[in-house]
């Protein structure tokens, strides 16, 4: 069993920066992909980032790709989601998710949520 908890969410002017984190409990951190989607009311959430258990592969969707970055420490248990050159497009609310298998790159995949924080962008 894996509990998340995202923070960092807030409103930002175009072009800002926010960081979200993500701290899990449990002791098999370190053996879970951790991945991040967002969704906004009436769609369907999806896909930002994810990182594979250790850290070395990182995996984005096209539209942030050299603007977001994910990255994870497994000593502490905590996933990041670096966000920079923010658009109003973004705005979502994001979840932070762990999944047991190492390819995971759909909702589907991912066995365990938090529970979201809002992300706003203002033009």
């Known amino acids: 069993q894996v509990q998340l908890r995202e923070s960092g969410g807030g409103l930002v002017q175009a072009g800002g920066s926010l960081t979200l984190s993500c701290a899990a409990s449990?002791?098999?951190?370190?053996?879970?992909?951790m991945g991040w989607f967002r969704q906004v009311p009436g769609k369907e959430r999806k896909f930002v980032a994810a990182?594979?258990?250790?850290?070395?592969?990182?995996y984005y969707q096209d539209s942030v790709k050299g603007r977001f970055t994910i990255s994870r420490d497994n000593a502490n248990n905590t996933v990041d989601l670096q966000m920079n050159s923010l658009k109003p497009e973004d705005t979502a609310a994001y979840y932070c998710?762990?999944?047991?298998?190492?390819?995971?790159?759909?909702?589907?995949?991912?066995?365990?949520w938090g529970q979201g924080t809002q992300v706003t962008v203002s033009s």
């Open positions: 998710a762990a999944a047991r298998r190492q390819s995971a790159l759909q909702w589907y995949d991912y066995d365990y």
């Open positions: 449990g002791r098999t951190f370190s053996s879970y992909t």
């Open positions: 990182i594979n258990n250790s850290g070395a592969n990182t």
